[in-house]
């Protein structure tokens, strides 16, 4: 009898040790499915570097720790699949802690970031560029079947920011494409991501189209 409460005393124990210590228990999983992940990654994405890069998203992001565990490693794993890491530092790619009110519980979830954009583009063949438009540079653009844009910025004072823009350049030789955001058109898509600043957010866009 006092064997069977010792060792329930013993689990309860470390139970209590798991809640307080979630992350270090989460790490615990993620080192775990590291030979996964390598499986999962392209040849061209080394697996140590992938998995420091998890760690470090777990340190940077506390409130994963309150995440389930099958959603973290979901969201890792399909970051690996894509070969991008999972970090604020390069922005390739996020986990992003969310309520479930369904669930009752937090789960992550995998948001691709703008760099992982550009880099899964450029895999393609596809390079991006992004630029700003100030009030003093000379520019015009137009929409349609003849889509062109044009822009001469100055070498004086630049003055406020008008518009953002990026151009996508294709290696098979067709016509580059071009997005063009004003100010005001970027702040009303601003509140759909806290993690870009408005090139970032009008290369998503137009990579997205």
């Known amino acids: 009898m006092a064997g069977t409460i010792q060792k329930a005393a013993t689990r309860a124990a470390e139970q209590t040790r798991q809640n307080r210590e979630g992350t270090r228990t989460l790490r615990d999983s993620v080192k775990a499915a590291e030979p996964q992940f390598a499986l999962a990654l392209p040849k061209h994405v080394d697996s140590g570097r992938f998995l420091r890069a998890a760690l470090t998203a777990l340190n940077t992001v506390p409130k994963l720790a309150e995440c389930t565990e099958q959603s973290v490693l979901a969201g890792l794993m399909q970051a690996a699949q894509l070969g991008l890491e999972v970090a604020d530092v390069r922005g390739q790619a996020y986990l992003i802690p ?112």
Not at 107 to 112: E, G, M, Y
Not at 147 to 172: I, N, Q, S
């Open 98 to 209: 969310r309520w479930d009110s369904k669930a009752g519980q937090n789960k992550a979830s995998f948001q691709l970031g703008y760099r992982g954009m550009i880099d899964l583009a450029a895999r393609a063949g596809i390079t991006v560029d992004c630029d700003v438009i100030y009030e003093h540079d000379t520019y015009d653009y137009q929409r349609g079947t003849d889509a062109r844009l044009y822009h001469k910025p100055t070498l004086g004072e630049p003055g406020e920011a008008v518009a953002y823009y990026a151009v996508a350049h294709f290696a098979d030789g067709r016509k580059p494409a071009f997005l063009l955001m004003s100010v005001a058109q970027v702040r009303s898509e601003e509140h759909t991501s806290e993690l870009q600043s408005p090139c970032n957010l009008v290369c998503r866009l137009l990579l997205e189209k």
